[in-house]
């Protein structure tokens, strides 16, 4: 499929597509060839408030919908995302640079969350609290009304999806903000899903993180915000939302820990070893950016796994045979180069990749060579910070409480993996790791079901999970005395 994109995408504010108040617009790049993909609205603070002005209009009367119409409208989308992979896959790798397969992956993720939210609401049984004989209470779930959603350009239709379908799902109107390096493809959705959901149910503003996202996160009249991006944005939305005195939830930065014992399933942990810091160019928040090998093995999993990265193939995600794509755009290239630098400089040992990609093809886009610094101290920079890139730290480990002390050495705790078979190991390790999501002989995959968040510096909250719920919706208890 070919796909002709628009020349210039506007908002999508109560049901229409609108250029910004301003006028004023922005280019979205594809970052595998530097060349641009189409002129996005740069909405500002005008723009904010009509979008959160539409979504109030509607409130009234979705915040009343039963719940098993919304979960009807909830299939219905999933129906619409599912008949239009393909198409919203290779929008997504256009503008984000991932191989088309994992944008599919990205897809079928979403359509799941629709269909899992829109089977919550089905079975949820609500709380009923007895007193004495004659007085009991009704605990009552009530939409918030108007919550605001900031997503990063890392999983634009996945990371979207995560967001849209509990609120939806919960009787909200929302305003959303895509990342502005990739605001077209839930865009798209928002034109194939236009006549699914009544006018201003759904609103999308787009521009700048500085202007249209900290409009949308000051905002007066939104009732929550849920943000994911970096640690040092969601600081400033975590006190805004304060300010403002209504909750918010963080998925936000991390450095996660992949620990590799020596009696693991060595061909699995290699393989994931590998492709959790590769896939979507290491541009991952759990992505396994710190891999701990046990040092019976470190010396033999280190030489496979440098091999294995030396021989992917890099290139434009629309090509089928790629296996790793650009990064995002040439800031972010520039600060991943920076950290394989400071890294060589703290006397880390460069084992493959190491540099930006250059001639057959790769001059005009952002491409990085897969890279590993191996014989890494846990004190170093490039293992306590997040690179974002395709760049694994590599660190020796003598046992279990060697390897614990250091994971936990972080400000950071999203996630982390054990690969071991010896059950009792990989529980008492899963246990200690400080993270909100810890795989054992496995690594990276959240379905719909399990909880995803973070602890420390990765935030607060869990999407994902029906628990989310709780956080877009306000509890109401009604007492009655018999
Ligand atoms: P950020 O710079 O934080 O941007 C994320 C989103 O926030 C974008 O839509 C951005 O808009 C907007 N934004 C930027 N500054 C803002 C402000 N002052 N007020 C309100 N909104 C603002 O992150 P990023 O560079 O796009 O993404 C990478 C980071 O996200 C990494 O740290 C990664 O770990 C994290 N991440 C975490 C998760 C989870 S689930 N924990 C998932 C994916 C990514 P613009 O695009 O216009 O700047």
Redesign the pocket.
Known sequence: MTIKLQETYGMYINGEFVGAASGKTFDSINPATGEKLAAIAYGDVTDVDKAVAAAWEAFPAWGKTSTRERSEILWKISNVIEANIEYLAEIETLDNGKPIEESRWDMWDAVDEFRYFASCIRSDEGLFVEHDDASFSILRREPLGVVGQ??????PIC?GCWKLAPALAAGNCIVF?????TSISILELAKLIGDILPSGVLNIVT????VC??A??KHKGIRKIA???????GR??GANAGQNIIPSTL????KSAHIIFADCQWERAMIAAQSNILFNSGQI?CAGSRLFIQEEIYDKFLTELAARFNAVKVGNGLDPETQMGPVIDESQMKKILEYIDIGVKEGARLVAGGKRLTGNGYDKGFFIAPTILADVDNKMRVAQE?I?GPVLVVLKFKDEDDVIAMANDSCYG?AGGVWTQDINKALRVAKALQGGTIWVNEYGISPAGSA?G?YKD??YGREVHKQILDHYTQCKNILINT
């Open positions: 900031i997503v990063p350009w890392n999983y990371m903000k895509p990342a502005s390096n521009g700048s993180g500085s996202g900290t949308l996160s943000f994911t991006g970096s640690t040092e944005v400033q939305i998925e936000l930065g991390g928040c997040e974002f999203l995803f973070g990765s935030g």
